[in-house]
């Protein structure tokens, strides 16, 4: 497409880019389950007013605006009051989860440049249900990734014992996950803990996913296991707000046990031409809109909100699993928050998949097993039934499939 030598009507070009979003993904409705975190209109149009009200703004620049200074320091510290954030903890806002990881990253290979000698890249164990932005991560920098396999005894945890096993002198982070994408198991973060101090490695828990569920989900009673910096030896944390924070994308955090740890993050240089430049995270502009949204939702909602939110998030769930055991469906591990997998013994899991596709819901799989998998927001809470009913149809159309394709084998 050439750029347009003559400037066009904004009112045509909304009515395209509406036209051009008739095809995307229903998530307005709460057929869709992934990448998107629906809160009601209540929290979007908070979202949309913040944001907008700072959408110029530039948290590169925290003299000129001290405004959006003070609203990430409030944000962080709101993070860590309910992480259980030790006095003098730290952190900075991010972009998302991968940038959470990336810093967290660097700084755990720089610490161990300077307290552990490390002279090349090193190495760092996960298991293999972590998020592949580690991966990522490692690339950017070089870093060996060892993923080591996930218990086998159904539980879908990560393994304290084998990844200990492959904890070496070059190794500069161990992760757990809180919980892991896949199936939405929460890692036995404080028996990874009692590996990482033997082996004297930082442990780092990728909480992008439950942050800010993890915390309101065991103010309601659940039982949820230690993950956070309750656990002594946990360094980092990585905490998406634009998940289950229900801000505007794309706001994460990612918190330190002390500024120490956290001083092995920036980026400060002097050597150019320009003034000093000293950046906490990989970007360098930082959009203001992202950081006042996200500050204005936590505000909004409050405990009490957040509380609200995620306890209807977690009985969808119990409604979700309890209808997929009548459909004979299996649940993946014990998931206990907002994510769950699960696959039926008799059915291929991506011909089901298919099958929702076309009613409409657009979803998520995984392939370690091939499973099904929703992520589920408040909006679900109105429309689980339907998901149940359209994967009951399904289920009889694919079996209906498979059945067609016996009888066609047995006569070739």
């Known amino acids: 497409m050439d750029m347009p030598k003559t400037g066009q009507d904004w009112q045509t070009l909304r009515k395209e880019m509406e036209s051009r979003g008739a095809g995307d993904a229903k998530w307005r409705d709460g057929k869709t389950a992934v990448y998107i975190f629906n809160a009601g209109p209540e929290i979007a149009r908070v979202q949309h007013e913040a944001y907008t009200l700072y959408m110029s703004e530039n948290g590169l620049g925290p003299l000129a605006f001290p405004s959006l200074a003070q609203m990430e320091r409030e944000v962080i510290e709101m993070a860590l009051s309910i992480l259980h954030g030790p006095e003098g903890a730290a952190g900075s806002m991010t972009s998302g989860g991968t940038d959470s990881i990336t810093m967290a990253i660097k700084a755990a290979r720089d610490f161990a440049r300077v307290h552990k000698g490390l002279e090349g890249p090193g190495n760092f164990v996960l298991p293999q249900s972590a998020h592949p932005a580690f991966d990522k991560g490692a690339h950017l920098m070089d870093i060996e990734v060892r993923r080591i396999p996930v218990k086998t005894d159904g539980s879908y945890e990560a393994d304290p014992e084998a990844m200990g096993k492959a904890c070496d002198e070059e190794t500069v982070m161990m992760i757990g996950s809180a919980p892991n994408f896949p199936h939405g198991i929460i890692d036995p973060i404080e028996a990874l803990g009692k590996v990482a101090e033997a082996k004297d490695v930082w442990l780092h828990t990728d909480a992008c996913v439950g942050g800010y569920f993890a915390p ?3 103010m309601n009673g659940v039982a949820v296991p230690p993950f956070d910096f309750e656990v002594s030896a946990v360094k980092s944390i990585s905490a998406d707000l634009h998940k289950y924070g229900y801000a505007a994308k794309g706001a994460s955090t990612v918190l330190f046990r002390n500024a120490e740890l956290y001083d092995f993050m920036p980026f400060d240089t002097q050597n150019w031409s320009g003034a000093p430049m ?19 939702v936590m505000n909004v909602l409050g405990v009490e909100g957040y509380c609200e939110k995620q306890g209807l998030v977690c009985k969808t769930r119990e409604r979700a699993e309890a209808g997929l055991k ?11 928050l907002g994510l769950i997998a ?14 929702m596709y076309r009613k409409g819901w657009f979803t998520s799989i995984t392939i370690d097993p091939p499973s099904l998998h929703l992520m589920l927001s408040p909006k679900h809470a109105e429309v689980i039934d339907l998901y149940l009913s359209d994967l009951k149809e399904s289920c009889a159309i694919v079996a209906a499939g498979e059945e067609g394709e016996k009888v066609e084998a047995r006569y070739n």
């Open 216 to 218: 309101f989900a065991r």
């Open 278 to 296: 000293k950046t906490p995270t990989l970007a360098g502009t930082r959009p203001g809109g992202a950081i006042a949204a996200a500050w204005a």
């Open 326 to 336: 009548k459909l004979g469906f299996e649940i993946l591990g014990n998931p206990v």
């Open 342 to 355: 699960f696959r039926h013994p008799m059915h291929d899991s991506f011909k089901l998949y298919s099958e």
